[in-house]
Protein backbone atom coordinates (compact mmCIF):
# COMPACT_ATOMS: atom_id res chain seq x y z
CA UNK A 1 0.00 0.00 0.00
CA UNK A 2 1.84 3.27 1.19
CA UNK A 3 5.80 2.76 0.80
CA UNK A 4 6.33 5.09 3.88
CA UNK A 5 5.21 1.58 6.08
CA UNK A 6 6.93 -1.34 4.21
CA UNK A 7 9.49 -1.24 6.66
CA UNK A 8 6.95 -0.38 9.86
CA UNK A 9 6.21 -2.94 12.90
CA UNK A 10 2.61 -3.32 13.65
CA UNK A 11 3.02 -1.78 16.86
CA UNK A 12 4.53 1.74 14.68
CA UNK A 13 1.35 1.44 12.62
CA UNK A 14 -0.77 0.92 15.66
CA UNK A 15 1.17 4.45 17.24
CA UNK A 16 1.13 6.26 13.44
CA UNK A 17 -2.59 6.02 13.37
CA UNK A 18 -3.05 6.51 17.55
CA UNK A 19 -1.28 10.12 16.20
CA UNK A 20 -4.24 10.29 13.79
CA UNK A 21 -2.64 8.40 10.13
CA UNK A 22 -5.25 6.98 8.58
CA UNK A 23 -3.07 5.23 6.04
CA UNK A 24 -1.29 3.19 8.83
CA UNK A 25 -4.95 1.95 9.54
CA UNK A 26 -5.01 0.97 5.98
CA UNK A 27 -1.68 -0.65 5.83
CA UNK A 28 -2.65 -2.83 8.95
CA UNK A 29 -5.66 -4.02 7.24
CA UNK A 30 -4.21 -5.04 4.17
CA UNK A 31 -1.41 -6.89 5.82
CA UNK A 32 -3.94 -8.95 7.36
CA UNK A 33 -6.37 -8.98 5.13
CA UNK A 34 -5.54 -12.00 3.36
CA UNK A 35 -5.01 -14.25 6.06
CA UNK A 36 -7.35 -13.15 8.86
CA UNK A 37 -10.65 -13.53 6.38
CA UNK A 38 -8.73 -17.21 5.52
CA UNK A 39 -8.73 -18.19 9.17
CA UNK A 40 -12.71 -16.37 9.74
CA UNK A 41 -13.57 -18.23 6.94
CA UNK A 42 -12.19 -21.60 8.08
CA UNK A 43 -14.09 -21.28 11.43
CA UNK A 44 -17.22 -20.17 9.52
CA UNK A 45 -17.14 -21.72 5.86
CA UNK A 46 -19.88 -18.46 4.95
CA UNK A 47 -18.40 -16.20 2.59
CA UNK A 48 -21.17 -13.13 4.09
CA UNK A 49 -20.52 -14.15 7.55
CA UNK A 50 -16.86 -14.08 7.07
CA UNK A 51 -16.54 -10.58 5.21
CA UNK A 52 -18.68 -9.30 8.09
CA UNK A 53 -16.56 -10.68 11.10
CA UNK A 54 -13.36 -9.28 9.26
CA UNK A 55 -14.76 -5.89 9.47
CA UNK A 56 -16.29 -6.22 13.03
CA UNK A 57 -12.86 -6.81 14.01
CA UNK A 58 -11.25 -4.25 12.56
CA UNK A 59 -13.76 -1.91 13.67
CA UNK A 60 -13.14 -3.33 17.34
CA UNK A 61 -9.76 -1.96 17.15
CA UNK A 62 -10.77 1.12 15.07
CA UNK A 63 -12.75 1.98 18.11
CA UNK A 64 -10.09 0.82 20.46
CA UNK A 65 -6.79 1.55 19.12
CA UNK A 66 -6.06 3.94 22.24
CA UNK A 67 -6.39 0.72 24.73
CA UNK A 68 -4.05 -1.48 23.10
CA UNK A 69 -0.89 -2.06 24.76
CA UNK A 70 1.58 -2.20 21.87
CA UNK A 71 3.81 -5.35 23.13
CA UNK A 72 4.42 -6.96 19.13
CA UNK A 73 2.15 -8.96 19.52
CA UNK A 74 -0.78 -7.55 17.30
CA UNK A 75 -1.05 -9.95 15.11
CA UNK A 76 -2.18 -12.51 18.18
CA UNK A 77 -4.53 -9.59 19.67
CA UNK A 78 -6.18 -9.53 16.04
CA UNK A 79 -6.84 -13.18 15.51
CA UNK A 80 -8.10 -13.15 18.99
CA UNK A 81 -10.25 -10.86 18.39
CA UNK A 82 -11.67 -12.65 15.40
CA UNK A 83 -11.62 -16.06 17.21
CA UNK A 84 -14.13 -14.40 19.94
CA UNK A 85 -16.30 -12.25 17.60
CA UNK A 86 -16.65 -15.72 15.10
CA UNK A 87 -17.73 -17.89 18.09
CA UNK A 88 -20.04 -15.45 19.54
CA UNK A 89 -21.32 -15.05 16.10
CA UNK A 90 -22.34 -18.58 16.65
CA UNK A 91 -23.30 -18.27 19.90
CA UNK A 92 -25.53 -15.24 19.51
CA UNK A 93 -27.83 -17.27 16.38
CA UNK A 94 -27.54 -20.86 18.11
CA UNK A 95 -25.69 -21.93 15.45
CA UNK A 96 -22.37 -23.67 16.77
CA UNK A 97 -23.23 -27.07 14.99
CA UNK A 98 -22.90 -25.26 11.76
CA UNK A 99 -18.94 -25.73 12.14
CA UNK A 100 -19.06 -28.91 11.02
CA UNK A 101 -20.68 -28.09 7.67
CA UNK A 102 -19.02 -29.02 4.32
CA UNK A 103 -18.04 -26.41 1.90
CA UNK A 104 -20.46 -25.82 -0.83
CA UNK A 105 -18.74 -23.27 -3.02
CA UNK A 106 -15.63 -24.49 -4.63
CA UNK A 107 -15.07 -21.65 -7.10
CA UNK A 108 -13.83 -19.39 -3.68
CA UNK A 109 -10.72 -17.54 -4.10
CA UNK A 110 -7.30 -19.82 -4.04
CA UNK A 111 -5.62 -20.02 -0.72
CA UNK A 112 -2.08 -19.08 -2.40
CA UNK A 113 -0.89 -17.64 -4.99
CA UNK A 114 0.21 -19.85 -7.57
CA UNK A 115 3.04 -17.66 -9.53
CA UNK A 116 5.09 -14.59 -8.02
CA UNK A 117 2.68 -12.19 -10.24
CA UNK A 118 -0.24 -13.78 -9.08
CA UNK A 119 -1.37 -15.06 -12.53
CA UNK A 120 -1.47 -19.29 -12.80
CA UNK A 121 -1.94 -20.34 -16.00
CA UNK A 122 -5.24 -22.17 -16.73
CA UNK A 123 -3.79 -25.52 -16.06
CA UNK A 124 -2.10 -24.34 -12.66
CA UNK A 125 -5.63 -22.62 -11.44
CA UNK A 126 -7.62 -25.51 -12.49
CA UNK A 127 -5.35 -27.86 -10.38
CA UNK A 128 -5.19 -25.29 -7.70
CA UNK A 129 -9.02 -24.91 -7.34
CA UNK A 130 -8.94 -28.77 -7.79
CA UNK A 131 -6.64 -29.01 -4.36
CA UNK A 132 -7.67 -26.14 -2.09
CA UNK A 133 -11.29 -27.85 -3.05
CA UNK A 134 -10.23 -31.22 -1.32
CA UNK A 135 -8.08 -29.11 1.34
CA UNK A 136 -11.01 -27.08 2.23
CA UNK A 137 -13.15 -29.96 1.86
CA UNK A 138 -11.27 -32.02 4.47
CA UNK A 139 -10.60 -29.49 6.88
CA UNK A 140 -14.37 -29.10 7.54
CA UNK A 141 -14.61 -32.33 8.08
CA UNK A 142 -12.61 -31.99 11.10
CA UNK A 143 -14.08 -30.84 14.62
CA UNK A 144 -13.87 -26.97 15.16
CA UNK A 145 -10.65 -26.97 17.60
CA UNK A 146 -8.69 -29.02 15.20
CA UNK A 147 -9.84 -27.12 12.21
CA UNK A 148 -8.47 -24.09 14.29
CA UNK A 149 -5.67 -25.50 15.05
CA UNK A 150 -4.52 -26.15 11.41
CA UNK A 151 -5.74 -22.48 10.33
CA UNK A 152 -3.65 -20.83 13.24
CA UNK A 153 -0.64 -22.79 12.51
CA UNK A 154 -0.47 -21.09 9.37
CA UNK A 155 0.23 -17.84 10.95
CA UNK A 156 1.68 -18.60 14.99
CA UNK A 157 4.21 -20.56 16.55
CA UNK A 158 2.60 -23.51 18.55
CA UNK A 159 3.76 -21.39 22.17
CA UNK A 160 1.80 -18.17 20.05
CA UNK A 161 -1.20 -20.41 19.75
CA UNK A 162 -0.79 -21.60 23.90
CA UNK A 163 -0.49 -17.98 24.93
CA UNK A 164 -3.48 -17.21 22.98
CA UNK A 165 -5.85 -19.48 23.04
CA UNK A 166 -4.67 -19.77 27.06
CA UNK A 167 -3.92 -23.64 26.30
CA UNK A 168 -0.76 -25.63 27.76
CA UNK A 169 1.54 -25.99 25.23
CA UNK A 170 1.36 -29.43 24.84
CA UNK A 171 -2.37 -29.60 24.62
CA UNK A 172 -1.89 -27.15 21.24
CA UNK A 173 1.35 -29.88 20.41
CA UNK A 174 -1.55 -32.81 20.82
CA UNK A 175 -4.60 -30.88 18.99
CA UNK A 176 -1.76 -29.75 15.97
CA UNK A 177 -0.51 -33.27 15.67
CA UNK A 178 -4.46 -35.03 16.12
CA UNK A 179 -5.54 -32.53 13.25
CA UNK A 180 -2.23 -33.16 10.80
CA UNK A 181 -3.51 -37.08 10.99
CA UNK A 182 -6.77 -36.33 10.68
CA UNK A 183 -6.17 -34.31 7.58
CA UNK A 184 -3.79 -37.20 6.23
CA UNK A 185 -6.78 -39.87 6.46
CA UNK A 186 -9.29 -37.38 5.14
CA UNK A 187 -6.97 -36.24 2.01
CA UNK A 188 -5.73 -39.84 1.39
CA UNK A 189 -9.32 -40.68 1.23
CA UNK A 190 -10.45 -37.49 -0.94
CA UNK A 191 -7.74 -39.02 -3.56
CA UNK A 192 -9.03 -42.70 -3.71
CA UNK A 193 -12.42 -41.39 -4.56
Known amino acids: MDPRFS ?27 NPLY ?34 GKFKSWLFLTA ?18 Q ?6 SLSLHETLA ?3 PSPL ?7 TEAQIRHA ?5 PRQREMIYLRQYFSFKEIAEMLGRPLGTVLADCHR ?3 KMQTLLAQEVLL
Open 102 to 107: TAGDEE
Open 7 to 33: NYTDDELVSAFRQGDGQAFEELVYRYK
Open 179 to 181: AVK
Open 139 to 143: ALQLP
Open 124 to 130: EALTGRE
Open 117 to 119: DGT
Open 83 to 100: RNRTLNFFRDRDKLASLD
Open 38 to 71: QYIMSMTGDEGAAADLFQETFLSFFKRAEQYEAR
